[in-house]
């Protein structure tokens, strides 16, 4: 049982590259979210799916896109990688969207853009 | 606005007591979740309280008090292990999760 997959570990971008973070979950979860983790601030909502083919948008949406084709899958697609997205980027996903659930986080992405 | 507040970073003695505090302003709440977060690695749940009072689960217990907006998690007889950061969030109106800036705790021999 694997839990919560996000590749890649590590990534190096320069400005207005585009790339795709993957996050896939073998849990059958219903919930999937991304989250970005900066210094000396909590952890930050960018997009979130209830269940394939939902998605929507967290507090820190722009700059990013989700699709959520199938339920065990859900990649964040940075469209044109600007400094101010260099972070740690967290895939998250919960049995329900339903109330309040434990979150399964994945391992990280830690991503530099120059 | 939605606010939590924990210390930025605590330190502590191998085999002491730490009380972590976490102090929120929410619209709406539907519970407190406490994350541990070792250095370089995911968040992992540590504890859930949606009503009053103390939960104790092994080494760490967490209480909470919806009149106050306050929670604490305690840890006991702490081990080297246990230096990480400690994540509050609070479950809003919407069900929306609203994260702490988290608690940095070190732990020294």
């Known amino acids: 049982n694997a839990g919560v997959t996000q590749t890649p570990k590590f990534q190096v971008l320069k400005t207005g590259q585009s790339m795709t973070l993957q996050c896939a979950q073998d849990m059958n979860h219903e919930y999937m979210s991304w989250y970005r983790q900066d210094p000396g601030m909590g952890l930050r909502l960018i997009h979130y799916?209830?269940?394939?083919?939902?998605?929507d948008q967290g507090e820190v949406p722009n700059g990013y896109n989700v699709s959520r084709s199938t339920t065990e899958d859900f990649p964040l697609r940075l469209l044109s990688a600007a400094p101010s997205q260099t972070s740690v980027y967290f895939c998250?996903?919960?049995?329900?969207?339903?109330?309040?659930?434990?979150?399964?986080f994945g391992a990280g992405s830690r991503l530099t853009v120059l | 606005g939605q606010n939590i507040d924990q210390p930025t970073e605590m330190t502590a003695t191998e085999g002491a007591i730490v009380q972590i505090n976490c102090t929120y302003q929410t619209s709406g709440f539907n519970g407190l979740f406490w994350y541990q977060q070792h250095a370089g690695e995911a968040p992992t749940f540590l504890s859930y309280?949606?009503l009053d009072g103390l939960e104790e689960k092994g080494r760490f217990s967490s209480f909470l008090s919806r009149s106050k907006g306050y929670s604490y998690l305690l840890l006991k007889e702490l081990q080297m292990k246990d230096s990480a950061s400690y994540l509050c969030?609070?479950?809003?109106?919407?069900?929306?999760?609203?994260w702490g800036a988290g608690t940095k705790l070190i732990i020294k021999p």
């Open positions: 998250a996903s919960s049995y329900s969207a339903a109330g309040a659930n434990v979150l399964t």
């Open positions: 969030a609070v479950v809003d109106s919407n069900y929306q999760l609203i």
């Open positions: 309280n949606v």
């Open positions: 799916s209830v269940g394939a083919g939902i998605t």
